[in-house]
């Protein structure tokens, strides 16, 4: 199977239509003729990720933030970006990002960790629509199969999401039923999503100060998961998606999907 196979697939399974206009989903650096020999998945290409890809034989990453994201106006020997994109091209590994076209296909999906019912659309984004008219955005709401405290959310959240830590705001004995789960970045978003659904409490991450101090305002609970930690359940879906592209191929030479196993969240605590 070819990497433009693989990456037509991705295209019409998360179609670049649905991506928001400041992105730049798709194609990053490509061989599209050369054979697959393997597939890696991870949330970002940083030169760890290429280096692994490497000494695995893996000729294809598929990343969900672009690496080429900005505008690269110059390629230069020791500029980190411009050092992937040598790494890449030296070990002929092609590179393909899946960014907000895959976050509103995927959207409902981490509803799951906290088993909430009835979910949905949270963010609703403007003049995105999918192929079906459906209405197309981030993040889901709904209701705890029972009411919950704060204090029993984050653990949930903390085995769920299989994580070291979290931050919150607000009492931990309060009790809250109305979940807002939104994967990656929605703080900025926080006035909005409680405005729109009145949520009882908020998950998300890079929540900042004002942005806690707005919900605390309206008596909700933020709980900041981390954009790597809200996001790294997102790879077992791409992954388990290219897989099944690849079986249905017939391709012979199992070719397999994994996830990078050197990636890490970059954030660490310090008690």
Do not use: W
């Not at 979910?119 to 995105?128: A, F, H, I």
């Amino acid at each position: 199977m070819k990497v433009r196979e693989i990456a037509r697939f991705l295209d019409e399974r998360f179609p670049l239509a649905l991506q928001e206009k400041y992105d730049n989903a798709g194609g990053q650096v490509m061989f599209p003729d050369e054979e697959v020999r393997g597939v890696m998945v991870a949330l970002d290409c940083d030169r760890g990720v290429v280096e692994e890809a490497a000494e695995k034989s893996v000729n294809l990453i598929v990343t969900h933030h672009p690496l080429l994201f900005s505008p690269l106006k110059a390629l230069s020997a020791g500029d980190p970006r411009s050092e992937i994109i040598f790494k890449l091209v030296t070990e002929r590994v092609s590179l393909y990002a899946a960014h907000t076209n895959l976050d509103k296909v995927y959207y409902d999906k981490l509803a799951g960790v906290l088993d909430l019912k009835e979910p949905r659309l949270c963010v609703e984004t403007d003049g995105t629509v999918s192929p079906g008219h459906e209405p197309r955005g981030f993040g889901v709401v709904g209701t705890l199969p029972a009411e919950m405290t704060v204090s029993a959310v984050l653990d949930a959240l903390k085995r769920g999401l299989d994580l070291e830590y979290l931050v919150y705001s607000g009492d931990p004995g309060k009790t809250v039923g109305v979940i807002a789960l939104v994967n990656g970045s929605a703080g900025r978003m926080t006035e909005k999503i409680i405005r729109d659904h009145g949520p009882h409490c908020i998950v998300t991450g890079d929540v900042g100060y004002h942005h806690l101090k707005t919900a605390a305002d309206y008596g909700v609970t933020v709980i900041d998961a981390g954009h790597y930690g809200t996001e790294k359940p997102l790879l077992n879906f791409l992954r388990r998606e290219i897989q099944d592209c690849l079986t249905k191929s017939g391709d012979e030479n199992g070719i397999k999907a994994a996830i990078s196993e050197t990636e890490r969240n970059p954030f660490r605590l310090y008690k």
